[in-house]
């Protein structure tokens, strides 16, 4: 039943972009999605559709999941489409009773499609390569330099492990109560909005009560092990650089220059808008 | 109402990498009446089995009976099922959810649609067959031991008086006395209301004192199925699979083998001090 909804979007297997440390990929994922917003020309694409066909390739990771990622964001990439279409200014090319497509609409519809697509495809392959704990160490250890500015860097970075650790056992409990409250005769299917959202307070007061109660239970847990904060706390495996990191730092910074460069020049007939 | 299951089979996540068989052909008779304890370690599908009985899970193949009518057959009512058939889930203290305990029992009845009188009625009745009296009737469930808490969340079942009561780890997590408590008014139930109780647990010590019938689940399968008598007999292959007998049969048999003539199907402390007794007085 509601177990069948995927939420964790690791995809585990042993590849070269799973083992690369977590603020390689971070830092590399935050650089690309940057670079996406430089390009004029469509060269730039090209060049960010290869490199990251090529990563994909080094994870592992079969296509079919980044395109799962894709569904949740169709109907945004539609409009987008539709709108840049019609209602950019320009030489028109096809008429359709008062609206009409532009040449310039045309491209910069073509160029808005394929930057959400990789913006998309690209943050998803770091969640499909990186455990969610590895994901939370990089960010506090990546992260570390704002505790000057007072920032609560570690304990952000455990609320949101903790979190994220949450997901399925709440999800459970939902399918529980819901079996539960099921079996006492309630009816969470039909009936109009009003009388569904009634039909909800059953499931929602037991969630509510055992969250509390998990997160009490947790919190004395952890205190019962001395957590007191990430004041002194040291790691079982600390984030350490290995020599394919720095490699991989590399091949980004010079991706980022080459290809804003080549993205920035001014090529007629292939310039977006 | 008797039940019939037929060649029952149910895989979870099926068609995916990592499809587990949960239940493997199960085929049982359960007679009208019948106090029956369902006996098998976690994962042993004893869960999955009571799901089915209930049509919150269905089988992907096999038939499920109830006074010989198919459940999985088109336009088949499964809100009429639900109505007979009452299921108590493991820490049922949990779906608790109103803010007093009378209109928390009368949820059940309530989603059935019937009047109010009635609906009272029958919270009261059930109430008071778990034996919780009028004063708690305001009472926050929140505010009760955890042994009452579960009593009210049994009785909101109750209120829907099914005919074939089914309770997963009824006593799990409660005090000696809590559990004796529990599991009398469990048997009154059977004897006085004429309820079909299927008791699903992995502790033999609970059950063979109560139950008419035991049937041992292992890997989704049916491992042995008799009176306790007949499945204590197998105390060997039970612990083969992980279980244990009560601690009277291993006591029993240990006098029996150092020459005492002791009765070996002694289930309870009760028939086993007598024919203790028996044997040291013939001695």
């Not at chain 1, 060049?47 to 390739?57: C, Q, S």
């Not at chain 1, 939902?174 to 299917?189: L, N």
């Not at chain 2, 699979?241 to 002791?262: I, S, W």
Request: net charge neutral; proline share 4%.
């Amino acid at each position: 039943m509601i177990r069948d909804i995927t939420l964790g979007q690791y995809y585990q297997t042993e590849s070269l972009i799973h083992r690369l440390d977590p603020r390689v990929k971070l830092a590399g994922t935050l650089i690309y999605v940057i670079t996406l917003f430089f390009y004029k020309n469509f060269v730039g694409y090209a060049l960010a559709i290869f490199f990251l066909a090529t990563v994909i390739r080094l994870s592992k990771v079969p296509f079919k999941f980044m395109v799962r990622g894709m569904k949740s964001i169709l109907f945004l990439l539609m409009i987008t489409v539709l709108f840049n279409l019609f209602l950019t200014p320009g030489t028109p090319v096809f008429t359709l009773w008062k609206l009409s497509i532009t040449k310039e609409g045309t491209s910069l519809a073509v160029s808005m499609a394929l930057r959400l697509s990789l913006l998309v495809i690209g943050s998803s392959l770091m969640t499909l390569t990186t455990t969610p704990n590895n994901l939370t160490d990089g960010m506090e250890k990546g992260l570390g330099f704002l505790k000057i500015f007072k920032v609560p860097v570690h304990e952000v970075a455990m609320m949101m492990s903790i979190a994220l650790r949450f997901i399925p056992i709440l999800l459970e409990e939902t399918d529980k109560i819901m079996k539960a409250q099921m079996a006492r005769g309630a009816d969470f299917e039909s009936g109009k909005l009003i009388a569904r959202a009634k039909a909800m307070v059953p499931l929602l007061v037991p969630l509510f009560i055992s969250a509390f109660r998990r997160a009490n239970d947790l919190a004395m847990a952890m205190e019962a092990r001395c957590y007191r904060g990430g004041e002194g706390r040291t790691k079982m495996k600390p984030l350490k650089y290995r020599g394919r990191d720095y490699i991989a730092y590399l091949i980004l910074f010079l991706f980022m220059f080459g290809s804003i460069w080549l993205g920035r020049l001014t090529l007629p007939m292939l310039m977006v808008g | 109402m008797s039940i019939e299951i037929e060649h029952l089979n149910y895989i979870y996540g099926d068609e995916t990498a990592m499809a587990v068989k949960a239940l493997d052909d199960v085929t049982l008779t359960i007679p009208d009446g019948q106090f029956l304890g369902i006996i098998g370690h976690t994962g042993s599908g004893k869960s999955t089995l009571m799901q089915h009985l209930n049509g919150l899970l269905k089988g992907s193949s096999g038939r499920i009976l109830f006074d010989g009518q198919d459940i999985y057959e088109k336009g088949y009512q499964l809100k009429d099922l639900r109505r007979q058939v009452g299921l108590v889930f493991q820490y049922p203290e949990h779906q608790l959810f109103e803010i007093d305990v009378f209109s928390d029992v009368c949820f059940g009845p309530k989603n059935l649609g019937l009047p109010k009188e009635e609906i009272e009625e029958r919270a009261k009745r059930a109430l008071e067959s778990v034996g919780l009296s009028e004063d708690y009737y305001h009472q926050s469930p929140f505010d009760l031991s955890g042994g009452q808490k579960r009593r009210v969340a049994i009785a909101g079942v109750l209120a829907m008086e099914p005919k074939v009561l089914i309770l997963d780890e009824p006593t799990a997590g409660l005090d000696p006395q809590g559990r004796e408590e529990i599991l009398t008014l469990i048997k009154k139930l059977q004897t006085e209301s004429h309820m079909t109780i299927l008791l699903v647990s992995h502790s033999m010590e609970d059950v063979a004192e109560y139950v008419d019938r035991i049937l041992v689940m292992n890997r989704g399968r049916i491992f042995l199925d008799g009176t306790p008598k007949e499945v204590f007999a197998h105390y060997k292959e039970l612990e083969e699979v992980g279980l244990a007998c009560p601690q009277v049969t291993y006591v029993m048999h240990d006098l029996k083998e150092a020459g005492f003539t002791v009765d070996v199907d002694a289930t309870t402390v009760e028939e086993a001090k007598r024919s203790i007794l028996q044997a040291l007085s013939l001695a």
